[in-house]
């Protein structure tokens, strides 16, 4: 059974640091792209980052581009999210997501999220 | 970017009732697009991909149809476990999604 289970979420004040993990499990990791998509509370989903399969391409949203490296361990079955200079608008639910390997960029498995505020 | 729109952003529907949701992309995607469902407190769900091929284990009440520039997910008898946010999404590079559809109980 695949899973994605997120972790490192939390309070942290405008402007600090967060990283989040991503422990995946029941399939082959390193075979995989993998994502970050977020969700502001009561609104929709954002794309934020993505990695290829080795870790050597890396894309970002430009609301976040600077501010937060996306990496992976393949060793470790985990996917991270490296968050600097956090802003009050990264306040959101934190998913980590599986492409789907099609031809396409679907996204097949979702992790439960972990919650970021970012408040003062 | 391409930009997603959907519409509406919010309905009222009975159980046994065909609801037909679009979204409409920016810029031509042909059927780069896939669909979602989030249920309150869970992460999406993916129902359909390649705009209209169906996601193993989605009831086959759903569908999806559409090319270019101009999509729609319909739900063929609305069940009671439909009732979500409903979420397009351009899959041709980058994803970016539309804004919802939240179909609601009449």
């Known amino acids: 059974e695949v899973q994605l289970v997120e972790s490192g979420g939390g309070l942290v004040q405008p402007g600090g640091s967060l990283r989040l993990s991503c422990a995946a499990s029941?399939?082959?990791?390193?075979?995989?792209?993998m994502y970050w998509v977020r969700q502001a509370p009561g609104k929709g989903l954002v794309c934020v980052s993505r990695?290829?399969?080795?870790?050597?391409?890396?894309i970002y949203a430009d609301s976040v581009k600077g501010r937060f490296t996306i990496s992976r361990d393949n060793a470790k079955n985990t996917l991270y999210l490296q968050m600097s200079g956090l802003r009050v608008d990264d306040t959101a639910v934190y998913y980590c997501?599986?492409?789907?390997?099609?031809?396409?960029?679907?996204?097949?498995?979702w992790g439960q999220g972990t919650l970021v505020t970012v408040s003062s | 970017d391409i930009q997603m729109t959907q519409s509406p952003s919010s309905m009222y529907a009975s159980v046994g009732d065909r609801v037909t949701i679009t979204c409409r992309a920016s810029q031509g995607i042909s059927t780069w697009l896939a669909w979602y469902q989030q249920k309150p407190g869970k992460a999406p769900n993916l129902l359909i991909f390649?705009?209209?091929s169906l996601q193993g284990g989605v009831p086959s009440r759903f569908s999806g149809s559409g090319s270019g520039t101009d999509f729609t997910l319909t739900i063929s008898s609305l069940q009671p476990e439909d009732f979500a946010v409903y979420y397009c999404q351009q899959t041709n590079g980058f994803p970016s999604f539309g804004g919802g559809t939240k179909v609601e109980i009449k």
């Open positions: 997501v599986r492409d789907r390997k099609g031809l396409d960029t679907s996204l097949d498995y």
């Open positions: 390649g705009a209209s």
């Open positions: 029941g399939f082959t990791f390193n075979n995989y792209w």
């Open positions: 990695i290829n399969n080795d870790g050597s391409g890396t």
